[in-house]
């Protein structure tokens, strides 16, 4: 059995931000939970401490084979001062499926969302209150093996931290412009891009530097074998609103199975929204574009909840979508996703989780 989750509490707190200077990931709490494993005595010693640097032999495996893995969740304070989780254990069982792609031990569930409740509770001054905020909650797991063989690790960590923030997008839920990539790939099926490990976001880095350049927000993953049917955006699922249907990339192995995917899946098949899980390719969408099919389209993600898309570049054209203002059906999954986020609007479905 685990050992109990000890608790030492810091002795200088650290100065709060200000809700309106949150930013996305700048700034994080003053305590963070860390768990050990050892091949001959499993994971142990569970533990909240003051948030603090970690120190790895320069050997740690996760330096040199990307053997680590991560997730994205997000606490919430109501208006009457309750905590929310949303939909925790679906973060932990996707954690558990990204450990085994990458060969990592498993992890215990209730275990982590008990370690992740103790954690929250103790920095619970933490969580901001203003409109738009969140409590943002990064649990991850690192290969600490000081040894330069190829094989899994015998040692891991795994932690949890913790950081108050605002919108994701500078945009906020206003439209973003999205540089559909014609170059580089991401991922294929049969490697990692249904799983949350570091090497997929470092790979689609370079595509991102260059979509910035021409001032877009994001780039616009196409499959890596025929370069031609859609798959995500470089921190979310994508949706398209064609017609009266609305149509998301089906998970294939080589995109991530977002849980605000699947959330605003539930959502519209409860509104009796017609709904299509396909392939769909750039061609189909520049057609739709063109025959005025297209209303509108728009991201999905913990991080930036729904993300409305004004723009597409694709092969030198702009594709404004709609009239590139936030169309009907993104504002209404945003106001419904939110609200039972934030505990405003009636939770149907038992997504939340009070502490």
Known sequence: MLDAIKIERTASPKARPQDNQLGFGKYFTDHMFIMDYDADKGWYDPRVVPYQPITLDPASKVFHYGQTVFEGLKAYRTKDGRILLFRPTSNFKRLNKSNDRLSIPALDEELALQALKTLIEVDQD??????????????????????????????????????PVG???????????????????????????????????????????????????????????????????GSMNVFFRIGDKVITPAINGS???????????????????????RRISIDELVEAHQNGSLIEAFGTGTAAVISPIGSLHWDGDKLVIGDGATGEL???????LTGIQKGELEDPFGWTVQL
């Open 330 to 336: 993104s504002k209404k999954i945003y106001d419904a």
């Open 255 to 277: 995109i991530l199975e977002g849980i605000t995917r699947d959330t605003v899946l539930q959502l519209l098949n409860h509104w009796k929204v017609d709904v299509e899980e």
């Open 167 to 233: 919108s994701y997008y500078a945009e906020g839920i206003n439209p973003v412009s999205i540089h559909v990539e014609s170059e580089y790939v991401r991922a294929v099926a049969g490697g990692v891009g249904n799983a949350k490990t570091a090497g997929n976001y470092a790979a689609g880095l370079k595509a991102q530097e260059g979509a910035t350049a021409l001032g877009y927000s994001q780039v616009l993953w196409l499959d890596g074998v025929h370069r031609k049917y859609i798959e995500e955006v």
């Open 126 to 163: 933490w969580i901001p209150h203003a409109e738009g905020t969140s409590l943002y909650i990064r649990p991850f797991v690192i290969a600490t093996e000081g040894s330069l063989g190829v094989a899994p690790s015998r040692q891991y960590k795994f932690m949890i931290i913790l950081s």
